[in-house]
């Protein structure tokens, strides 16, 4: 069974707009407020045919929204007005041939102050995310662990979040090693150390459950790199996100297609992430990925699976799910088990209840 995640765009005239932000809530807001806030929103996005979610972290919003130009326009404009929250940053703008929200009129996880009402904790400026990367790939190149776990120490009693260090710091490091290997600026033996180090700093992020941890559902996860793929950074860090979350986990770095589809015929998982490179744009990649994903589905026709995969080529929406016979295309990693999660709780829902 294929779970539908995508609108596949027939030209780029049916493209979706989407924007990414991040900004720091002026007051801590309460549930009840959310509630509130969530309930108009919802109906707002209904009305202009937009779709995205919304994080919400010690004080801090990461939103994304997509649909129409116009409407993502309009609706842009009303929320830089909006004054509960300030130092709003941009992220990403960027036209896309799928839409990564389909489901959702706003999808919303977080954590709030309680219906009582407390302090706001003080809201700390967000510093200029560029030039730390640029630092972070400069230790990571030289193989300074104890400075890489210093500097992520340092963000998180900053008030930086989990998914915030993974997004803004970690992913975009592993995508500038990439560049700097393709502009001939190191080795393939610096990219490899480079990227182990990233692996190390991003295994120091704490990763807490969310509100929406779904630690008593039992739900099954094979993290793999894609066949041969000698990059294994997603996949690693994903491990922590799936067992902060309540996942059973096994992970897999395959050499062949083959071994791939023997351990997901061996294990029947709830759910799958083959991950392509962080660092490089394997384009070339995708063909293999396509019959890997093909395939899997054949031997495991009996136990619907869903299918993730990921990559440099699908953060920076160079190919989408649908190209590959995926049900979901993540961005980045924030958000993964999340979004899995709802897969294949509509994966169950439309065959019954999987075996144990």
Not at 223 to 237: I, Q, R, W
Not at 270 to 277: M, N, W
Not at 285 to 306: C, F, G, M, W
Request: hydrophobic share 45%; net charge negative; with cysteine.
């Amino acid at each position: 069974m294929l779970v539908e995640d995508t609108q596949e765009a027939e030209s780029p005239a049916d493209w979706v707009a989407c924007l990414t932000y991040q900004s720091i809530a002026t007051a801590t807001p309460r549930a009840s407020d959310i509630e509130v806030l969530v309930g108009r929103a919802r109906a707002r996005n209904r009305s202009l045919d937009v779709t995205g979610m919304l994080l919400f972290e010690e004080g801090r919003f990461l939103q994304t929204i997509e649909g129409p130009p116009a409407a993502v326009a309009a609706l842009w404009s009303s929320i830089a007005r909006d004054e509960r929250h300030d130092h709003i940053e941009v992220l990403s703008e960027h036209m896309a041939a799928s839409r990564l929200f389909s489901d959702w009129d706003l999808l919303v996880d977080g954590r709030f102050a309680p219906s009582d009402d407390r302090p706001a904790k003080t809201a700390i400026s967000p510093p200029a995310v560029a030039a730390h990367v640029a630092r972070l790939v400069g230790l990571a190149l030289n193989a300074d662990d104890l400075a890489l776990n210093t500097m992520m120490a340092g963000f998180a009693e900053q008030g930086w979040t989990s998914d915030a260090m993974l997004s803004l710091l970690i992913e975009p490091a592993a995508r500038a090693l990439g560049d700097a290997w393709l502009d001939d600026q190191c080795s393939e033996l610096d990219l490899t150390i480079g990227l182990s180090m990233l692996q190390l700093a991003g295994h120091a992020v704490r990763y807490i459950p969310s509100a929406q941890s779904i630690r008593n559902s039992r739900y099954h996860v094979l993290l793999a790199t894609a066949p041969g793929e000698k990059h294994m950074l997603g996949t690693s860090l994903l491990a922590d996100q799936f067992l902060a979350a309540g996942w059973q986990v096994e992970m897999a770095f395959p050499e062949s297609e083959e071994a791939l589809t023997n351990q997901m015929n061996a294990r029947h998982p709830d759910a799958v992430d083959i991950g392509l490179s962080d660092a490089m744009p394997r384009q070339h990649a995708l063909d293999q990925l396509r019959s890997t994903i093909e395939h899997s589905r054949q031997i495991v026709s009996e136990y619907p699976t869903v299918v993730s995969v990921g990559g440099r080529l699908f953060a920076e929406a160079a190919a989408t799910a649908r190209s590959v016979g995926a049900d979901h295309a993540r961005k980045g990693l924030a958000g993964t088990s999340v979004r899995l999660a709802e897969l294949v709780r509509q994966s169950r829902a439309g065959t019954g209840a999987r075996p144990n």
